[in-house]
């Protein structure tokens, strides 16, 4: 039955076109159940013209956040659409964000789907950093993949370097190999537009990617490149959360969203 879920889940993404917007929850065949997706009732402070309307095709919308959103009104966002959430956890091999534990269960019992996110340091061997990762994230059957969030940190006070592709791609798989192994979850990747091209990511076989583009559409920011997650702004307005956020859009159905939640879920 996985395979199947996998199977159908690929040649729905694959399809060509926008998804037929709905509202019916679905239930998957195993796992418990999928609360109903909400419409997303956001606002954006600075659309970006050449995309703005489209993210509105996909009907499950979502965030990602750290403490710099501060205390967060879960039951109101999710109220409001917060179907999904990626929440910051750990940084490099010595940060933790400080908020992180209070949204965790904050979302998990405002029927948020939420995963926790790793932001990457290359000043550090990518085990050490799955390892930190690992200690400060619970195994949670329930979560959403973990992720690995990996671009180019040019205003670090401290990492600024710029390895090569190869060596990019190489950190990433151990870091990638170290949390499946872990959480029986293979990691969602996240990266930027100028990260993603410079070092050929595209390369990487299996990822479910989650792809930032605030100027563009996706098939002209990655063409040929199939995604899991788009976060489309960092200006989001969101009732429940203060100030901007970034905003995500998942790239399917409802009845997509609640094959690709069933077939993600530890065996």
């Not at 993404?13 to 065949?29: F, I, K, M, S």
């Amino acid at each position: 039955m996985t395979r199947l879920i996998l199977l159908t889940l690929c040649l729905a993404l694959t399809a060509c076109g926008g998804y037929r917007q709905t509202r019916v929850a679905v239930q998957p065949d195993a796992g418990g159940p999928v609360a109903a997706v909400r419409p997303a009732n956001f606002d954006d402070t600075d659309p970006h013209p050449d995309i703005e309307g489209i993210p509105r095709r996909y009907p499950v919308h979502g965030v990602d956040l750290s403490r710099f959103q501060g205390t967060v009104d879960w039951p109101m966002a999710r109220a409001n659409g917060v179907n999904f959430a990626f929440l910051k956890a750990t940084e490099g091999g010595d940060a933790v964000d400080p908020v992180f534990d209070a949204n965790w269960t904050g979302t998990a019992s405002a029927g948020v789907a939420r995963g926790a996110y790793h932001v990457f340091y290359h000043c550090r061997p990518a085990i050490e950093q799955a390892r930190w990762f690992i200690a400060h994230v619970p195994r949670d059957a329930s979560a959403l993949p973990p992720v690995l969030d990996i671009e180019w940190t040019p205003t670090s006070p401290t990492c600024r370097i710029r390895r090569d592709a190869a060596t990019i791609r190489s950190e990433a798989a151990i870091f990638v190999r170290a949390l499946t192994q872990h959480y029986g979850q293979r990691p969602v990747l996240y990266t930027t537009l100028d990260f993603y091209h410079d070092n050929d990511l595209g390369r990487v076989g299996g990822a479910d990617f989650w792809l930032r583009s605030v100027a563009a559409p996706m098939h002209e920011a990655y063409p040929g490149q199939l995604w899991s997650f788009w976060q489309y702004t960092s200006t989001g307005l969101v009732p429940g959360i203060t100030g901007p956020v970034d905003l995500n859009a998942f790239a399917g159905s409802v009845q997509d969203w609640a094959l690709w939640l069933a077939s993600r879920r530890p065996g």
